[in-house]
Protein backbone atom coordinates (compact mmCIF):
# COMPACT_ATOMS: atom_id res chain seq x y z
CA UNK A 1 0.00 0.00 0.00
CA UNK A 2 1.21 3.26 -0.82
CA UNK A 3 2.43 5.44 2.37
CA UNK A 4 1.44 9.54 1.13
CA UNK A 5 2.97 11.82 2.46
CA UNK A 6 -0.13 13.65 3.72
CA UNK A 7 -3.56 11.91 3.49
CA UNK A 8 -6.63 14.45 3.88
CA UNK A 9 -10.16 12.32 2.17
CA UNK A 10 -13.56 13.32 3.06
CA UNK A 11 -12.50 16.94 4.33
CA UNK A 12 -15.96 19.22 4.68
CA UNK A 13 -16.83 21.83 5.69
CA UNK A 14 -19.88 23.82 6.53
CA UNK A 15 -20.95 27.80 7.54
CA UNK A 16 -24.15 27.73 8.80
CA UNK A 17 -26.60 26.62 5.84
CA UNK A 18 -23.31 27.11 3.24
CA UNK A 19 -21.15 24.33 2.28
CA UNK A 20 -18.09 25.23 0.78
CA UNK A 21 -15.74 22.25 1.25
CA UNK A 22 -18.09 18.68 -0.01
CA UNK A 23 -15.71 15.70 -0.02
CA UNK A 24 -12.39 17.15 -0.83
CA UNK A 25 -9.47 14.87 -1.18
CA UNK A 26 -6.01 16.18 -1.18
CA UNK A 27 -2.75 13.53 -1.43
CA UNK A 28 0.78 14.73 -1.59
CA UNK A 29 3.73 12.25 -2.11
CA UNK A 30 7.29 12.63 -0.41
CA UNK A 31 9.22 14.94 -2.14
CA UNK A 32 7.18 16.68 -4.16
CA UNK A 33 5.35 19.78 -4.96
CA UNK A 34 2.26 19.92 -5.16
CA UNK A 35 -0.56 22.81 -6.25
CA UNK A 36 -3.94 23.68 -4.95
CA UNK A 37 -5.34 26.30 -7.24
CA UNK A 38 -8.82 27.50 -7.98
CA UNK A 39 -10.71 30.46 -7.81
CA UNK A 40 -11.49 32.75 -4.76
CA UNK A 41 -14.42 31.11 -2.99
CA UNK A 42 -13.01 27.20 -4.38
CA UNK A 43 -12.55 26.49 -1.06
CA UNK A 44 -8.40 26.71 -1.01
CA UNK A 45 -7.97 28.61 2.29
CA UNK A 46 -10.44 26.94 4.25
CA UNK A 47 -8.53 23.40 2.98
CA UNK A 48 -5.14 25.10 4.68
CA UNK A 49 -7.65 26.53 7.79
CA UNK A 50 -8.74 22.51 8.25
CA UNK A 51 -4.82 21.31 7.65
CA UNK A 52 -3.40 23.54 10.31
CA UNK A 53 -6.54 23.63 13.00
CA UNK A 54 -7.87 26.47 12.42
CA UNK A 55 -11.35 25.52 11.57
CA UNK A 56 -12.54 22.34 13.10
CA UNK A 57 -14.14 19.91 9.47
CA UNK A 58 -16.94 18.45 9.42
CA UNK A 59 -17.26 14.97 10.98
CA UNK A 60 -15.91 11.93 8.80
CA UNK A 61 -12.56 13.62 7.36
CA UNK A 62 -9.45 12.17 7.95
CA UNK A 63 -6.10 13.01 8.26
CA UNK A 64 -3.04 10.72 8.10
CA UNK A 65 1.09 12.09 7.74
CA UNK A 66 3.43 9.78 6.55
CA UNK A 67 0.35 7.00 7.48
CA UNK A 68 -0.33 7.99 10.93
CA UNK A 69 -3.63 8.83 12.06
CA UNK A 70 -4.35 12.15 13.02
CA UNK A 71 -6.80 13.17 16.20
CA UNK A 72 -9.54 15.33 14.46
CA UNK A 73 -9.95 18.17 14.58
CA UNK A 74 -6.57 19.55 14.05
CA UNK A 75 -4.42 20.83 17.09
CA UNK A 76 -1.70 22.56 15.77
CA UNK A 77 1.09 21.43 18.65
CA UNK A 78 -0.22 17.84 16.95
CA UNK A 79 0.08 18.63 13.19
CA UNK A 80 3.08 20.92 13.38
CA UNK A 81 5.03 17.83 16.02
CA UNK A 82 4.11 15.76 13.23
CA UNK A 83 6.19 17.70 10.61
CA UNK A 84 3.65 20.50 8.93
CA UNK A 85 4.78 24.49 8.79
CA UNK A 86 2.87 27.08 7.02
CA UNK A 87 3.84 30.27 5.19
CA UNK A 88 1.89 32.64 5.23
CA UNK A 89 0.88 35.49 2.06
CA UNK A 90 2.14 38.14 4.88
CA UNK A 91 5.64 35.70 5.74
CA UNK A 92 4.59 36.53 9.41
CA UNK A 93 7.73 38.33 9.93
CA UNK A 94 8.86 40.96 12.62
CA UNK A 95 10.40 43.83 10.56
CA UNK A 96 11.65 45.08 14.09
CA UNK A 97 13.51 41.48 14.69
CA UNK A 98 17.02 39.94 13.39
CA UNK A 99 16.55 37.32 10.94
CA UNK A 100 17.92 35.03 13.87
CA UNK A 101 15.32 35.81 16.01
CA UNK A 102 12.75 36.05 13.30
CA UNK A 103 13.51 31.94 12.80
CA UNK A 104 13.43 31.21 16.79
CA UNK A 105 9.88 32.79 16.74
CA UNK A 106 7.71 30.11 18.47
CA UNK A 107 10.95 28.00 19.22
CA UNK A 108 13.50 29.53 20.74
CA UNK A 109 16.13 27.63 22.33
CA UNK A 110 16.22 28.20 26.23
CA UNK A 111 18.45 27.23 28.87
CA UNK A 112 19.05 27.42 32.79
CA UNK A 113 16.92 27.44 36.14
CA UNK A 114 15.15 30.72 34.63
CA UNK A 115 14.92 29.01 31.15
CA UNK A 116 16.22 32.27 29.32
CA UNK A 117 16.51 32.20 25.76
CA UNK A 118 19.92 31.30 24.68
CA UNK A 119 20.77 33.70 22.05
CA UNK A 120 24.31 32.11 21.03
CA UNK A 121 22.94 28.90 20.13
CA UNK A 122 19.62 30.41 18.86
CA UNK A 123 21.94 32.41 16.14
CA UNK A 124 23.64 29.49 15.53
CA UNK A 125 20.14 27.38 14.71
CA UNK A 126 19.48 30.24 12.94
CA UNK A 127 22.63 29.71 10.54
CA UNK A 128 22.34 26.00 10.26
CA UNK A 129 19.10 26.76 8.54
CA UNK A 130 20.11 29.25 6.51
CA UNK A 131 23.32 26.86 5.03
CA UNK A 132 21.36 23.94 4.78
CA UNK A 133 19.23 26.03 2.26
CA UNK A 134 21.87 27.78 1.20
CA UNK A 135 20.71 31.66 1.76
CA UNK A 136 23.48 34.06 2.15
CA UNK A 137 21.86 36.21 4.82
CA UNK A 138 23.71 37.72 8.14
CA UNK A 139 21.53 35.93 10.70
CA UNK A 140 22.17 39.65 12.73
CA UNK A 141 20.31 41.45 10.00
CA UNK A 142 17.22 43.15 11.10
CA UNK A 143 14.48 41.45 9.09
CA UNK A 144 13.33 45.23 7.78
CA UNK A 145 16.82 45.64 5.79
CA UNK A 146 16.02 42.57 3.44
CA UNK A 147 14.44 42.54 0.29
CA UNK A 148 11.67 40.23 -1.02
CA UNK A 149 12.92 37.68 -2.00
CA UNK A 150 15.89 37.55 1.05
CA UNK A 151 12.07 37.84 3.46
CA UNK A 152 10.54 34.95 1.67
CA UNK A 153 13.79 32.67 2.10
CA UNK A 154 13.82 33.59 5.97
CA UNK A 155 10.18 32.03 6.14
CA UNK A 156 11.01 29.42 4.67
CA UNK A 157 14.00 28.63 7.54
CA UNK A 158 11.85 29.11 9.67
CA UNK A 159 9.12 26.77 8.44
CA UNK A 160 12.45 24.22 8.54
CA UNK A 161 13.45 25.18 11.64
CA UNK A 162 12.37 21.95 13.58
CA UNK A 163 12.34 19.51 10.48
CA UNK A 164 15.05 16.66 9.81
CA UNK A 165 15.73 16.69 5.57
CA UNK A 166 13.52 14.95 4.45
CA UNK A 167 10.48 14.69 6.66
CA UNK A 168 7.71 17.13 6.83
CA UNK A 169 5.45 19.40 4.28
CA UNK A 170 5.99 23.00 3.94
CA UNK A 171 2.67 24.72 3.18
CA UNK A 172 3.11 27.77 1.10
CA UNK A 173 -0.29 30.16 1.08
CA UNK A 174 0.68 32.56 -1.55
CA UNK A 175 3.57 33.04 -0.05
CA UNK A 176 4.99 33.89 -3.24
CA UNK A 177 3.09 36.66 -4.67
CA UNK A 178 5.32 39.39 -3.37
CA UNK A 179 8.41 38.11 -5.43
CA UNK A 180 9.44 39.76 -8.85
CA UNK A 181 9.62 37.65 -11.71
CA UNK A 182 13.30 37.69 -11.60
CA UNK A 183 13.33 36.67 -7.97
CA UNK A 184 10.65 33.44 -8.52
CA UNK A 185 13.14 31.45 -10.80
CA UNK A 186 15.93 31.86 -7.76
CA UNK A 187 13.15 31.13 -4.94
CA UNK A 188 12.16 28.02 -6.99
CA UNK A 189 15.56 27.13 -7.22
CA UNK A 190 15.65 26.94 -2.89
CA UNK A 191 12.12 25.17 -3.32
CA UNK A 192 13.64 22.20 -5.35
CA UNK A 193 16.82 21.81 -3.25
CA UNK A 194 14.14 21.48 -0.06
CA UNK A 195 11.98 18.56 -1.85
CA UNK A 196 15.40 16.74 -3.41
CA UNK A 197 16.04 15.91 0.37
CA UNK A 198 12.13 14.53 0.30
CA UNK A 199 10.39 17.41 2.32
CA UNK A 200 7.36 17.67 0.38
CA UNK A 201 5.81 21.27 -0.20
CA UNK A 202 2.30 22.30 -0.77
CA UNK A 203 1.65 25.57 -2.45
CA UNK A 204 -1.47 27.43 -2.78
CA UNK A 205 -1.20 30.30 -5.35
CA UNK A 206 -3.25 31.77 -8.27
CA UNK A 207 -0.54 31.57 -10.38
CA UNK A 208 -0.83 29.58 -13.19
CA UNK A 209 2.67 30.15 -14.52
CA UNK A 210 4.50 29.04 -11.16
CA UNK A 211 2.38 25.86 -11.22
CA UNK A 212 3.28 24.97 -14.30
CA UNK A 213 7.30 26.19 -14.03
CA UNK A 214 6.99 24.55 -10.49
CA UNK A 215 4.92 21.53 -9.34
CA UNK A 216 4.86 18.28 -10.54
CA UNK A 217 1.14 17.84 -9.63
CA UNK A 218 -1.92 19.92 -8.66
CA UNK A 219 -5.37 19.52 -7.69
CA UNK A 220 -7.89 22.05 -8.50
CA UNK A 221 -10.96 22.65 -6.52
CA UNK A 222 -14.29 24.76 -8.29
CA UNK A 223 -16.97 25.39 -5.57
CA UNK A 224 -15.76 23.28 -3.09
CA UNK A 225 -15.42 20.30 -4.74
CA UNK A 226 -12.38 18.44 -6.67
CA UNK A 227 -12.29 19.15 -9.92
CA UNK A 228 -9.03 17.96 -10.72
CA UNK A 229 -7.17 15.65 -8.73
CA UNK A 230 -3.31 14.93 -8.55
CA UNK A 231 -2.92 15.79 -12.23
CA UNK A 232 0.56 16.31 -13.62
CA UNK A 233 1.59 19.33 -14.68
CA UNK A 234 3.80 18.16 -17.35
CA UNK A 235 0.76 17.51 -19.32
CA UNK A 236 -1.64 20.80 -18.75
CA UNK A 237 -1.56 23.98 -19.83
CA UNK A 238 -2.38 27.24 -18.33
CA UNK A 239 -5.70 27.14 -20.36
CA UNK A 240 -6.19 23.61 -19.18
CA UNK A 241 -6.43 24.55 -15.38
CA UNK A 242 -8.29 27.96 -15.96
CA UNK A 243 -10.92 25.80 -17.43
CA UNK A 244 -10.93 23.34 -14.65
CA UNK A 245 -11.08 26.38 -12.50
CA UNK A 246 -13.86 28.18 -14.04
CA UNK A 247 -15.84 25.48 -15.57
CA UNK A 248 -15.15 26.90 -18.89
CA UNK A 249 -12.69 28.34 -21.62
CA UNK A 250 -11.16 32.32 -20.41
CA UNK A 251 -11.12 34.19 -23.25
CA UNK A 252 -9.01 37.39 -24.02
CA UNK A 253 -10.35 40.59 -24.02
CA UNK A 254 -10.70 42.55 -27.77
CA UNK A 255 -8.24 44.73 -27.93
CA UNK A 256 -9.11 48.65 -28.58
CA UNK A 257 -8.70 50.23 -31.94
CA UNK A 258 -6.70 53.29 -30.99
CA UNK A 259 -9.36 55.92 -31.79
CA UNK A 260 -7.99 57.14 -28.24
CA UNK A 261 -5.17 58.48 -30.12
CA UNK A 262 -6.27 62.36 -30.63
CA UNK A 263 -8.01 62.75 -27.61
CA UNK A 264 -7.42 65.56 -25.12
CA UNK A 265 -5.05 64.89 -22.23
CA UNK A 266 -6.67 63.85 -19.09
CA UNK A 267 -3.25 63.53 -17.30
CA UNK A 268 -0.16 65.52 -18.26
CA UNK A 269 2.81 64.51 -15.52
CA UNK A 270 5.88 66.63 -15.62
CA UNK A 271 9.35 66.49 -14.45
CA UNK A 272 8.43 63.92 -11.73
CA UNK A 273 10.97 62.66 -9.69
CA UNK A 274 9.37 59.88 -7.31
CA UNK A 275 12.20 58.43 -6.11
CA UNK A 276 16.15 59.51 -4.97
CA UNK A 277 18.43 59.02 -7.89
CA UNK A 278 15.88 58.93 -10.70
CA UNK A 279 15.81 61.25 -13.17
CA UNK A 280 12.39 63.45 -14.19
CA UNK A 281 9.49 62.02 -16.28
CA UNK A 282 7.01 63.08 -18.64
CA UNK A 283 3.80 60.78 -18.87
CA UNK A 284 0.79 61.91 -20.36
CA UNK A 285 -2.27 60.01 -20.63
CA UNK A 286 -4.97 60.48 -22.82
CA UNK A 287 -9.02 60.62 -21.96
CA UNK A 288 -10.16 56.92 -22.37
CA UNK A 289 -6.82 56.12 -22.76
CA UNK A 290 -5.24 53.02 -20.64
CA UNK A 291 -1.23 53.89 -20.99
CA UNK A 292 0.85 50.70 -19.15
CA UNK A 293 3.98 51.29 -16.73
CA UNK A 294 6.15 48.72 -16.29
CA UNK A 295 10.46 47.80 -15.74
CA UNK A 296 12.43 45.94 -13.23
CA UNK A 297 12.31 46.27 -9.73
CA UNK A 298 14.72 49.23 -8.90
CA UNK A 299 13.89 51.47 -12.02
CA UNK A 300 11.26 53.43 -9.75
CA UNK A 301 8.38 52.83 -12.20
CA UNK A 302 6.06 50.94 -9.30
CA UNK A 303 6.18 54.27 -7.28
CA UNK A 304 5.13 56.51 -10.13
CA UNK A 305 0.94 55.27 -9.60
CA UNK A 306 1.84 56.64 -5.78
CA UNK A 307 3.40 60.11 -6.45
CA UNK A 308 0.80 60.89 -8.92
CA UNK A 309 -2.15 60.18 -6.56
CA UNK A 310 -0.43 62.12 -3.61
CA UNK A 311 -0.37 59.07 -1.43
CA UNK A 312 3.44 59.50 -1.20
CA UNK A 313 5.30 63.40 -1.67
CA UNK A 314 7.68 63.40 -5.05
CA UNK A 315 11.13 65.28 -5.13
CA UNK A 316 9.95 67.22 -7.37
CA UNK A 317 6.56 67.14 -10.55
CA UNK A 318 3.82 68.49 -11.00
CA UNK A 319 0.16 67.06 -12.57
CA UNK A 320 -2.06 68.83 -14.57
CA UNK A 321 -5.89 67.46 -14.58
CA UNK A 322 -8.88 69.31 -16.27
CA UNK A 323 -9.38 70.33 -12.75
CA UNK A 324 -5.96 72.20 -12.62
CA UNK A 325 -2.53 71.71 -11.48
CA UNK A 326 -1.18 69.90 -8.22
CA UNK A 327 2.54 70.11 -6.96
CA UNK A 328 3.59 66.62 -6.26
CA UNK A 329 6.11 67.19 -4.19
CA UNK A 330 3.67 68.15 -1.19
CA UNK A 331 2.22 64.43 -1.80
CA UNK A 332 -1.82 66.07 -0.36
CA UNK A 333 -4.05 63.32 -1.47
CA UNK A 334 -6.99 65.90 -0.53
CA UNK A 335 -5.40 68.27 -3.74
CA UNK A 336 -5.44 64.89 -5.99
CA UNK A 337 -8.44 63.57 -5.17
CA UNK A 338 -10.03 67.44 -6.09
CA UNK A 339 -7.77 66.79 -9.25
CA UNK A 340 -10.17 63.77 -10.34
CA UNK A 341 -7.57 61.35 -9.61
CA UNK A 342 -8.32 57.74 -7.56
CA UNK A 343 -5.78 55.36 -6.67
CA UNK A 344 -5.89 51.55 -6.45
CA UNK A 345 -2.80 50.76 -4.62
CA UNK A 346 -1.12 47.19 -4.71
CA UNK A 347 -1.26 46.22 -0.93
CA UNK A 348 -5.22 46.59 -0.41
CA UNK A 349 -4.54 44.96 3.16
CA UNK A 350 -2.56 47.43 3.90
CA UNK A 351 -3.44 50.58 1.59
CA UNK A 352 -6.83 50.05 0.57
CA UNK A 353 -9.20 48.63 2.72
CA UNK A 354 -10.47 48.86 6.37
CA UNK A 355 -10.90 44.91 6.81
CA UNK A 356 -13.31 45.56 9.80
CA UNK A 357 -15.56 47.51 8.06
CA UNK A 358 -18.52 46.16 5.71
CA UNK A 359 -18.63 46.58 1.83
CA UNK A 360 -21.04 49.22 1.91
CA UNK A 361 -18.85 51.16 4.05
CA UNK A 362 -15.35 50.55 2.49
CA UNK A 363 -16.86 52.12 -0.90
CA UNK A 364 -18.91 55.02 0.17
CA UNK A 365 -16.25 56.00 2.15
CA UNK A 366 -14.45 58.37 -0.62
CA UNK A 367 -17.72 59.89 -1.14
CA UNK A 368 -18.93 60.60 2.71
CA UNK A 369 -17.87 64.16 2.70
CA UNK A 370 -19.15 64.77 -0.46
CA UNK A 371 -22.57 63.39 -0.44
CA UNK A 372 -22.88 63.21 3.45
CA UNK A 373 -23.53 66.56 5.57
CA UNK A 374 -21.80 67.27 9.49
CA UNK A 375 -24.98 66.02 11.20
CA UNK A 376 -26.06 63.27 9.13
CA UNK A 377 -24.33 61.12 6.13
CA UNK A 378 -27.16 59.06 5.23
CA UNK A 379 -27.25 55.29 4.45
CA UNK A 380 -29.60 55.26 1.40
CA UNK A 381 -27.12 56.37 -1.00
CA UNK A 382 -24.65 54.45 0.42
CA UNK A 383 -26.30 51.02 -0.16
CA UNK A 384 -27.31 51.92 -3.45
CA UNK A 385 -23.84 52.60 -4.62
CA UNK A 386 -22.17 49.39 -3.00
CA UNK A 387 -25.01 46.96 -4.55
CA UNK A 388 -24.67 48.63 -7.50
CA UNK A 389 -20.84 47.78 -6.98
CA UNK A 390 -21.65 44.44 -6.52
CA UNK A 391 -23.99 43.50 -9.79
CA UNK A 392 -21.33 45.47 -12.05
CA UNK A 393 -18.09 43.67 -10.93
CA UNK A 394 -20.08 40.14 -9.98
CA UNK A 395 -18.33 40.98 -6.44
CA UNK A 396 -19.22 37.22 -4.19
CA UNK A 397 -20.99 38.35 -1.41
CA UNK A 398 -24.39 37.79 0.49
CA UNK A 399 -25.12 41.53 1.40
CA UNK A 400 -23.06 44.90 0.90
CA UNK A 401 -22.75 44.48 4.72
CA UNK A 402 -20.49 42.02 5.03
CA UNK A 403 -17.31 42.52 6.48
CA UNK A 404 -14.30 42.98 3.74
CA UNK A 405 -12.23 40.52 5.73
CA UNK A 406 -14.62 37.97 5.24
CA UNK A 407 -14.28 38.14 1.35
CA UNK A 408 -11.43 36.54 -0.70
CA UNK A 409 -8.89 37.92 -1.88
CA UNK A 410 -10.16 38.83 -5.39
CA UNK A 411 -13.70 40.03 -4.13
CA UNK A 412 -11.46 42.25 -1.68
CA UNK A 413 -9.76 43.55 -5.01
CA UNK A 414 -12.72 44.37 -6.85
CA UNK A 415 -14.13 45.90 -3.29
CA UNK A 416 -11.13 48.38 -3.77
CA UNK A 417 -11.75 49.14 -7.35
CA UNK A 418 -15.39 49.98 -6.84
CA UNK A 419 -14.27 52.05 -4.29
CA UNK A 420 -12.76 54.73 -6.01
CA UNK A 421 -15.11 54.48 -9.50
CA UNK A 422 -17.53 55.18 -7.09
CA UNK A 423 -16.38 59.11 -7.02
CA UNK A 424 -16.60 59.12 -10.82
CA UNK A 425 -12.66 59.79 -11.43
CA UNK A 426 -11.02 61.70 -14.23
CA UNK A 427 -8.00 59.50 -13.85
CA UNK A 428 -7.95 56.10 -12.55
CA UNK A 429 -3.93 55.56 -11.33
CA UNK A 430 -4.02 51.36 -10.27
CA UNK A 431 -0.49 49.07 -9.07
CA UNK A 432 -1.05 45.53 -9.80
CA UNK A 433 -4.72 45.51 -9.80
CA UNK A 434 -4.69 41.60 -10.11
CA UNK A 435 -2.15 40.52 -7.99
CA UNK A 436 -2.93 37.08 -6.13
CA UNK A 437 -6.32 36.97 -7.64
CA UNK A 438 -7.85 34.26 -9.59
CA UNK A 439 -8.27 34.28 -13.40
CA UNK A 440 -11.89 34.88 -13.30
CA UNK A 441 -11.57 37.92 -11.06
CA UNK A 442 -8.60 38.75 -12.83
CA UNK A 443 -10.87 39.11 -16.40
CA UNK A 444 -13.75 40.92 -14.40
CA UNK A 445 -10.69 43.46 -13.07
CA UNK A 446 -9.18 44.15 -16.38
CA UNK A 447 -13.24 44.14 -18.03
CA UNK A 448 -13.99 46.67 -16.11
CA UNK A 449 -11.32 48.91 -16.71
CA UNK A 450 -11.49 48.81 -20.15
CA UNK A 451 -15.07 49.45 -19.34
CA UNK A 452 -13.80 52.25 -17.69
CA UNK A 453 -11.64 53.84 -20.16
CA UNK A 454 -14.58 53.77 -22.45
CA UNK A 455 -16.46 56.59 -20.50
CA UNK A 456 -13.54 58.82 -21.18
CA UNK A 457 -11.68 58.56 -17.83
CA UNK A 458 -7.76 58.01 -18.42
CA UNK A 459 -6.17 55.25 -16.59
CA UNK A 460 -2.41 54.67 -15.83
CA UNK A 461 -1.89 51.27 -14.84
CA UNK A 462 1.72 50.06 -13.43
CA UNK A 463 2.31 46.77 -13.42
CA UNK A 464 5.02 43.75 -13.83
CA UNK A 465 2.74 41.53 -15.47
CA UNK A 466 3.41 41.59 -19.33
CA UNK A 467 -0.15 39.61 -19.98
CA UNK A 468 -1.91 42.52 -18.13
CA UNK A 469 -0.53 44.91 -19.95
CA UNK A 470 -0.83 43.76 -23.24
CA UNK A 471 -4.41 42.85 -22.96
CA UNK A 472 -5.69 46.21 -22.43
CA UNK A 473 -3.32 48.97 -22.62
CA UNK A 474 -2.89 51.46 -25.77
CA UNK A 475 0.23 52.06 -25.04
CA UNK A 476 3.54 50.42 -22.48
CA UNK A 477 5.83 52.47 -21.21
CA UNK A 478 9.05 50.38 -20.29
CA UNK A 479 11.47 52.16 -18.16
CA UNK A 480 14.88 50.77 -17.99
CA UNK A 481 18.28 51.07 -15.14
CA UNK A 482 19.42 54.83 -16.17
CA UNK A 483 15.80 56.16 -16.49
CA UNK A 484 14.63 56.50 -19.93
CA UNK A 485 11.77 54.93 -21.35
CA UNK A 486 10.94 53.38 -24.13
CA UNK A 487 7.30 53.22 -25.75
CA UNK A 488 5.48 50.13 -26.96
CA UNK A 489 2.47 49.37 -28.73
CA UNK A 490 2.65 45.30 -28.94
CA UNK A 491 0.50 42.77 -27.89
CA UNK A 492 3.48 40.37 -27.40
CA UNK A 493 4.07 39.72 -23.42
CA UNK A 494 7.18 38.68 -24.97
CA UNK A 495 8.29 42.14 -26.36
CA UNK A 496 7.69 43.66 -23.32
CA UNK A 497 9.72 41.57 -21.11
CA UNK A 498 12.52 41.74 -24.32
CA UNK A 499 12.14 45.16 -23.42
CA UNK A 500 12.27 45.18 -19.53
CA UNK A 501 15.15 43.13 -19.61
CA UNK A 502 16.94 44.91 -22.32
CA UNK A 503 19.51 46.99 -20.47
CA UNK A 504 19.79 49.66 -22.70
CA UNK A 505 16.72 51.88 -24.16
CA UNK A 506 16.73 53.26 -26.85
CA UNK A 507 15.05 56.33 -26.03
CA UNK A 508 17.47 59.22 -24.18
CA UNK A 509 15.30 61.00 -21.43
CA UNK A 510 12.29 60.36 -19.81
CA UNK A 511 9.64 61.62 -22.33
CA UNK A 512 6.32 59.45 -23.56
Same mark, same amino acid.
Given at each position: ????????? &????????????????????? *???? &??? !??? *???????? %??????????????? +??? !????????????????????????? /????????? =???? @?????? $?????????????????????????????????????????? =?? /????????????? /?????????????????????????????? !????????????????????????????????????????????? %???? !??????? $?????????????????????????????????? /??????????????????????????????????????????????????????????????????????????????? $?????????????????????????????????? =????????????????????????????????????????????????????????????? +????????? =??????? @??????????????? +???????????????? *??? &?
Amino acid at each position: MVQHRLEAR &AVSKTFGSTRVLDNVELLVEP *GEIH &ALI !GQN *GSGKSTVV %KILTGYHAPDPGMTL +ALD !GQLLELPVQWESVSAAGVSVVHQDL /GLLDTATVA =ENIG @VGGYIR $SGFLRKIDWKAQRALAQAVLDRLDVHVDPASPVAALNATQRA =EV /GIARALRDQRPGE /GVIILDEATRALPREELVRFHGLLKRVVAE !GTSVLIVTHNLEEVLALADRVTVLRDGRVVGAGLQTASLTEQDMA %KLML !GKTVGTL $SRRDGSVDGAPAALTVRGLVAEPGRPPLDIEVRR /GEIVGITGLPGTGYAAVPYAVAGARPALAGTITTEQGDVDLARGDVAACIRAGIGLVPERRDRDGLAFEMSIRDNIALP $SVRARGSRWFVGRGWQTEVAESAVDNLSIKTRSV =ETLVKELSGGNQQKVLFAKWLSVGPKVLVLHEPTQAVDVGARQDILASIQTVAGTGVGVLL +ASGEPGDLV =EICDRIL @VVARDGSMRELRTDS +ADEVLEAVYDEAAPTP *GGH &A
